[in-house]
């Protein structure tokens, strides 16, 4: 199939996904003027950390297809770091749902809450310490609490780390497609697109969806925490699955660079150049952003 016959189907088959609505609509697509005339190359930025619940981020755009799967669920179950956006995220959606929520949580509960950590409790999500144990271990906690949920009756609904399923990479996937007609309407052509990686789930729905609808665009992805030989494993895996879930198989090669030379210190622990960068940019545009994502990738 052409790029051109397979981006109306991309776009038919991410419409017909069900989903909770909790987007109003695109996220902006804004231009960072100052940062670009710093840097010799037009720069913009897609804020998806203006998604409309619990704060905003990225998850938001996942969890809409993950949870509007299927809406008889009364209880979610994730699991991310003490500070995890992600898990902030999920216990604000389920809060807007009215269904329960529980966050595994790998680390020691710590004396103070703050934070994002503070943010989940607010919105009423039970909280389960783990400690430092590995990624198999953590998702056997989750599906422990998900087992005694189910012997009583109930139906949990297991969130992975980061929203990293078939249905979160579609969600992103949907990205694309949204950024592609941001900058149609601005007659922009985007040479690469740079994103923040975690789990790879996000690089692999904008990767998929570039191949479609933003043909000759790269997808660069800065890892945050895991090394580029992983990332480059577990990506490809990601797309497939996503294919897999439209009910089909990749049309196009979908292909992304990866850099893993920028984590620092260690995920969620800030590195002198992503501080340098996010200084950088506040003092040239005007605009926040974080140190564990995107202060990385800048």
């Known amino acids: 199939m052409s790029t051109t016959r397979m981006a109306p189907d991309l776009r038919a088959r991410l419409r017909s996904l069900p989903r909770l609505g909790l987007l109003h609509g695109p996220t902006a697509l804004e231009p960072l003027p100052r940062l670009s005339a710093d840097l010799g190359r037009e720069v913009w930025i897609k804020r998806e950390d203006l998604t409309p619940v619990g704060l905003g981020g990225n998850k938001v755009r996942k969890l809409d297809l993950i949870l509007g799967e299927d809406r008889r669920h009364d209880l979610v179950i994730t699991r991310g770091g003490i500070q995890s956006n992600h898990c902030r995220l999920t216990a604000a959606v389920a809060a807007r749902l009215g269904i329960a929520c529980a966050l595994v949580l790998t680390g020691n509960r710590p004396q103070d809450l703050r934070g994002n950590l503070l943010l989940s409790h ?177």
């Open 122 to 298: 607010l919105f009423g999500a039970r909280i389960h310490y783990v400690g430092e144990v590995s990624d198999a271990e953590a998702d056997e906690a989750m599906e422990a609490l998900a087992r005694v949920h189910r012997e009583q009756g109930g139906r949990p609904v297991l969130v992975p780390l980061g929203g990293a399923n078939a249905l979160g990479v579609l969600a992103y996937a949907e990205a694309a497609v949204e950024l592609a007609d941001q900058c149609a309407e601005r007659d922009l052509r985007p040479s690469v697109v740079i994103v923040a990686v975690g789990t790879g789930s996000t690089c692999a729905g904008l990767a998929l969806g570039t191949a479609a609808v933003l043909p000759g665009c790269q997808v660069v992805g800065i890892s945050v925490s895991r090394p580029r030989a992983r990332l480059l494993r577990e990506i490809p895996e990601l797309v497939a699955a996503a294919w897999a879930r439209l009910g089909g198989e990749p049309s196009v090669q979908t292909a992304v660079q990866i850099y893993d030379d920028y984590v620092g210190p260690g995920y969620a622990r800030p590195s002198g150049a992503g501080l340098d960068a996010i200084q950088r940019l506040a003092r040239l545009d005007g605009l926040l952003v974080d140190s564990t994502y995107t202060g990385k990738a800048l």
